[in-house]
Nanobody
Framework: QVQLVESGGGLVQPGGSLRLSCATSGIIFTISTMAWYRRAPGKERELVAD???????NYVDSVKGRFTISRDNAKNTVDLQMNALKPDDTAVYFC??????????WGQGTQVTVSS
């Protein structure tokens, strides 16, 4: 059974930092793309950042220069370093993986709240 477990969310003041981590288990095929999505209150889910197996990254414009996605191919983990956080970053953040078999999986989400 495939499982994705996010950790690292919480409450942080504007300008602060958080590091999200996603651990996977039960995956027997190669992961192609790993990504972080978020869903803010009253908004659609959006892609925050993704990273291919060879390390190519993509970010939504609103987080460029503040967030960094990284992955460990040996451990099948993906992290999201979030700096200079803003209230608009408040959302539930989800880990997502796509396999070379084209199947994909979601984590359960972790809450990030940016507030003073």
């Amino acid at each position: 059974q495939v499982q994705l477990v996010e950790s690292g969310g919480g409450l942080v003041q504007p300008g602060g930092s958080l590091r999200l981590s996603c651990a996977t288990s039960g995956i027997i095929f190669t992961i192609s793309t790993m990504a972080w999505y978020r869903r803010a209150p009253g908004k659609e889910r959006e892609l925050v950042a993704d990273i291919t197996r060879d390390g190519s990254t993509n970010y939504v414009d609103s987080v460029k220069g503040r967030f960094t996605i990284s992955r460990d191919n040996a451990k099948n983990t993906v992290d999201l370093q979030m700096n200079a956080l803003k209230p608009d970053d408040t959302a539930v953040y989800f880990c997502h993986v796509s396999l070379i078999t084209l199947r994909n999986y979601w984590g359960q989400g972790t809450q990030v709240t940016v507030s003073s």
